[in-house]
């Protein structure tokens, strides 16, 4: 079975930055995809990240892409989302998420979810 614990969440003031991070624990070799999903108040969840542990493919969501980057350490069984230009608009609880096979942004390809964290961006 393979856990997922993110840490990194905080509050960060516009245009700060603030890494995210998802460490995986168990299994890990069941894992093809990881990815970050996030839900604000009030809000649907919606895709942020996701990549493969090779590095590809990978896929950002709109609103994020060239502020936002996904990586891993292979080494550590760890994801992190690093986070720059930080929006008031990407607050919201941040999920870590893996799955066995590609799924992109599609969230029930994915078969574990974090806890998530939580980001507060101040204007």
């Known amino acids: 079975q393979v856990r997922l614990e993110e840490s990194g969440g905080g509050l960060a003031q516009a245009g700060g930055s603030l890494r995210l991070s998802c460490a995986t624990s168990?299994?890990?070799?069941?894992?093809?995809?990881m990815g970050w999903f996030r839900q604000a108040p009030g809000k649907e969840r919606e895709f942020v990240a996701a990549s493969s542990w090779s590095g590809t493919p990978f896929l950002y969501a709109d609103s994020v892409k060239g502020r936002f980057t996904i990586s891993r350490d292979n080494a550590k069984n760890t994801m992190y989302l690093q986070m720059n230009g930080l929006k008031p608009e990407d607050t919201a609880v941040y999920f870590c998420?893996?799955?066995?096979?590609?799924?992109?942004?599609?969230?029930?390809?994915?078969?574990?979810w974090g806890q998530g964290t939580q980001v507060t961006v101040s204007s």
């Open positions: 998420v893996a799955g066995s096979r590609w799924s992109g942004s599609y969230q029930p390809g994915y078969d574990l």
């Open positions: 168990g299994r890990t070799s069941d894992i093809y995809a």
